[in-house]
């Protein structure tokens, strides 16, 4: 038994003294004297001493690669890997091509239906009317399956197909007319100064959007949206000016305007006063 104890005692291997125990005790002073540095440096430059965050730079909303952190990293960053970017969109404000202001007006939106093998894909059609409201105008026709890109849909391409209608100073028709589609007609009459605009529904906004003032209108028959905008188009595209009348037949606009007993001078102020 005795024997066994001293071999034990003999085997043990003898532990070797702790050296790291006087760094880690360096370690402390160290960032002791560091804060002290810093706190003695803010007092210097009059600056409070903050205390260093990480600062990555997440991505964030717009994936900035590398930013300030956070929302500083989306300014920073750009669209990055993670996020879709910014939209401009700008109804009813300036058109891109011409940089004019532009008057858009909504007559009609309705739910549709789009019947495929796994049953109904439901959507919305929308008609918007777009003018310059100085004698251009133009309407379009647009799906999808949210209200708001239907709307932009047909805002594009009623711009698309704009036309110019000839304006008697400035504010009416210079003569009556007549225009259908389908089942539907329409009647249009120039109107003194003061009248205003004798319409309603889809005709009205037409008009609005044209520029005209005084104007007195009939639809007849359907009173469907498409075909009364249609129709009120048809009206509008035979509009014809007394000075592309006088270009056509080789004679001036005095000449025309001279008939029922009018001076000369008179029939030339007017045809000067006549713009298209």
Partial sequence: ???????????????????????????????????????????????PSQPRENNRGGRGRGGGAGGGGGRDGNREGGRGRGGRGGRDDRRGGRDDDGGEELIEKLVHINRVAKVVKGGKRFGFAALVVVGDGKGRVGFGHGKAREVPEAINKATAA????????????????????????????????????????????????VFESLGVADVVTKSIGTSNPYNMIRATFDALVHQTSPKSVAQRRGKKVADLLGRGGASEAEAEAAAEAIAE
């Fill in 158 to 205: 009623a711009k698309k197909k704009m036309v110019r209608v000839p304006l008697k100073d400035g504010r009416t028709l210079h003569h009556d007319g007549m225009g259908h589609f389908g089942a539907g007609k329409v009647n249009v009459r120039s109107a003194p100064a003061g009248t205003g605009i004798i319409a309603g529904g889809p005709m009205r906004a």
């Fill in 1 to 47: 038994m005795m024997a066994d104890e001293n071999n034990t005692e003999e085997n043990a291997t003898p532990q070797a003294p702790v050296e790291n125990a006087p760094a880690a005790a360096e370690v402390a002073p160290n960032v002791a004297e560091t804060t002290e540095a810093a706190a003695t440096e803010s007092a210097d430059t009059g600056a």
